[in-house]
């Protein structure tokens, strides 16, 4: 089977079997407007990954929701740039020494 290569500024017609997809979705896209979770939005983000993969495709999620997800539990309303800490930690993780 040849594959041809991707012709910039052009998307594909359809994936390859077994594609990795990787899929980043912000904390805006997981939060209402008070700051809780949208639990009907990730239930739709959840029924797109399992249909992906019900076709045979490898799905990464990548996403700050946790950040976001732990903002009403501790009090805090304003979203992730309100707090200092929260700005700054999900940078230590992409620290390399």
């Known amino acids: 089977m040849s594959r041809r ?5 052009q998307r594909p017609a359809a994936l390859p079997p077994g594609a990795r997809i990787v ?3 912000g904390s805006s896209s997981l939060t209402r407007v ?8 990730i239930d739709i ?3 797109l990954i399992a249909r992906l993969r019900d ?6 999620l ?4 946790a950040v976001a997800a732990g903002l009403v539990p501790w009090g805090w309303r304003g ?3 309100s707090c200092v800490c929260c700005r700054r930690r999900p940078r230590w993780g992409k620290e390399t020494s």
């Open 45 to 47: 983000i959840a029924g």
């Open 5 to 9: 290569a991707p012709v910039p500024g």
């Open 62 to 65: 990548v996403s700050s929701g």
């Open 23 to 25: 899929l980043k979705v």
């Open 34 to 41: 008070d700051g809780g979770l949208d639990l009907n939005r």
């Open 79 to 81: 979203g992730p740039g």
């Open 55 to 60: 076709r045979g495709h490898d799905v990464v």
